[in-house]
């Protein structure tokens, strides 16, 4: 009490500058993943003002003709270079929908692991986002077209013409991932 009214600051009442140290910094780099077995999308953007900007994007082909192995290690292997490249420190996944094939689901579930493996081998954090809701996200309806995706990623990174498609959707994965970052919502990102 006698510390108050002389104006020495209490013990008890002196701010704690370990919330300060609490506070996780958003990343600055982060990996975006549209898994398919045959055009695997990706995408790595760093965070920048006045516009993030795109590090890499490009889509993992794989023809017809190879045998599932072969686009599974090609998609390993392309995402490890990648994440050796760039070394993001996140990466914003395509969260699973529900196929009505159920052999499509099961071949979309095989790239999405051999992704999901090369990613967590590189010790990067990895966030599920629903195809909706990353949609909304960059154009506002959940619906929304590919082409439109597209024309909005390319106005937001300012990028001189629209990505190609898979391309396109990783890099709105990624922008979709740091627009939730600085604006947390009510329903948090899956981490996986």
Same mark, same amino acid.
Request: hydrophobic share 45%; charged share 20%.
């Given at each position: 009490?006698?510390?108050?009214?002389?104006?020495?600051?209490?013990?008890?009442?002196?701010?704690?500058?370990?919330?300060? *140290?609490?506070?996780?910094?958003?990343?600055?780099?982060?990996?975006?993943?549209?898994?398919?077995?045959?055009?695997?999308?990706?995408?790595?953007?760093?965070?920048? !003002?006045?516009?993030?900007?795109?590090?890499?994007?490009?889509?993992?082909?794989?023809?017809?003709?190879?045998?599932?192995?072969?686009?599974?290690?090609?998609?390993?292997?392309?995402?490890?270079?990648?994440?050796?490249?760039?070394?993001?420190?996140?990466?914003?996944?395509?969260?699973?929908?529900?196929?009505?094939?159920?052999?499509?689901?099961?071949?979309?579930?095989?790239?999405?692991?051999?992704?999901?493996?090369?990613?967590?081998?590189?010790?990067?954090?990895?966030?599920?986002?629903?195809?909706?809701?990353?949609?909304?996200?960059?154009?506002?309806?959940?619906?929304?077209? !590919?082409?439109?995706?597209?024309?909005?990623?390319? *106005?937001?990174?300012?990028?001189?013409?629209?990505?190609?498609?898979?391309?396109?959707?990783?890099?709105?994965?990624?922008?979709?991932?740091?627009?939730?970052?600085? *604006?947390?919502?009510?329903?948090?990102? !899956?981490?996986?």
């Amino acid at each position: 009490m006698k510390g108050r009214l002389s104006g020495r600051p209490s013990r008890a009442l002196s701010p704690d500058p370990a919330p300060a *140290r609490r506070i996780a910094l958003a990343p600055q780099v982060i990996l975006g993943v549209d898994p398919s077995l045959r055009g695997t999308g990706y995408g790595v953007i760093r965070l920048a !003002k006045p516009f993030p900007e795109t590090l890499a994007q490009g889509t993992i082909s794989c023809p017809a003709t190879w045998p599932h192995s072969r686009c599974l290690a090609k998609i390993l292997q392309t995402l490890r270079e990648v994440l050796s490249d760039h070394r993001p420190e996140v990466c914003a996944i395509e969260g699973l929908f529900f196929a009505q094939n159920l052999k499509t689901a099961l071949i979309m579930g095989e790239a999405r692991g051999a992704a999901m493996a090369a990613i967590a081998e590189a010790g990067v954090d990895i966030y599920e986002i629903a195809p909706r809701r990353v949609k909304l996200a960059i154009v506002g309806y959940g619906a929304a077209q !590919k082409i439109a995706v597209a024309k909005m990623v390319q *106005r937001l990174l300012n990028l001189p013409q629209p990505p190609a498609p898979d391309a396109a959707d990783a890099l709105a994965l990624a922008l979709a991932h740091a627009q939730e970052n600085l *604006r947390p919502g009510l329903t948090p990102l !899956k981490k996986i």
